[in-house]
């Protein structure tokens, strides 16, 4: 069974940093692009960077650019997000979720998610 | 960048009803469209990928239509466990944009 948990969200000052991770297990997790995406509270879903199998290539978002590295460690089946000067619209539930190839990006199983909190 | 329009934002519909959703995008993206539904307090779920194929395990009453930039999800005969908001999303190439959503409710 595919399983994707999140880790690492908390209450974060603006101008702050995080590391989100997310553990998965249940697929040979090297073989599949992942994504994390994000709902901030009450709208839509955002798509926020992927990663490909390999973690040769990497994507962003035009919002995250620059603030945000996606990694992979595949020996440890982890997906990661360092996310650096957050700000008040960077508040959301991250989600990682799993592509259904090693480049191909839409998204076949998703975690539940966790809550990211940018406030002073 | 290519945008994603959903229509309607929001529908009511009665059980039994047919109801379709619409997704535009921007630009032309092929057939690079998938479709998820999202329940109250869950994660999305994939229900269609490729515009029309069907995910495994998702009920026939969905299907998925379109290319290019016109795009339509279909519940051909809306259930009370279909009551979700649902969203497109482009993958063709960065950024994976998704539609604004539709939130459907029963009538």
């Known amino acids: 069974e595919v399983q994707l948990l999140e880790s690492g969200g908390g209450l974060v000052q603006p101008g702050g940093s995080l590391r989100l991770s997310c553990a998965a297990s249940?697929?040979?997790?090297?073989?599949?692009?992942m994504s994390w995406v994000r709902q901030a509270p009450g709208k839509g879903l955002e798509w926020v960077s992927g990663?490909?199998?390999?973690?040769?290539?990497?994507y962003y978002a035009d919002s995250v650019k620059g603030r945000f590295t996606i990694s992979r460690d595949n020996p440890k089946n982890t997906l990661y997000l360092q996310m650096n000067s957050l700000r008040v619209e960077d508040t959301a539930l991250y989600h990682c979720?799993?592509?259904?190839?090693?480049?191909?990006?839409?998204?076949?199983?998703w975690g539940q998610g966790t809550l990211v909190t940018v406030s002073s | 960048d290519i945008q994603m329009t959903q229509s309607p934002s929001s529908l009511s519909a009665s059980v039994g009803d047919r109801v379709t959703i619409t997704c535009r995008a921007s630009?032309?993206?092929?057939?690079?469209l998938a479709w998820y539904q999202q329940k109250p307090g869950k994660a999305p779920k994939l229900l269609i990928y490729?515009?029309?194929t069907l995910q495994s395990g998702v009920p026939s009453r969905f299907s998925g239509s379109g290319s290019g930039t016109d795009f339509t999800l279909t519940i051909s005969s809306l259930q009370p466990e279909d009551v979700a908001t649902y969203y497109c999303?482009?993958?063709?190439?960065?950024?994976?944009?998704f539609g604004g959503g539709t939130k459907v409710e029963i009538k």
């Open positions: 630009q032309g993206i092929s057939n690079y």
């Open positions: 490729a515009a029309s």
């Open positions: 249940g697929f040979t997790f090297s073989s599949y692009a």
């Open positions: 999303q482009r993958y063709n190439s960065a950024p994976r944009t």
């Open positions: 979720a799993k592509g259904p190839r090693s480049s191909s990006w839409y998204n076949d199983y």
């Open positions: 990663i490909s199998a390999s973690g040769t290539s990497t």
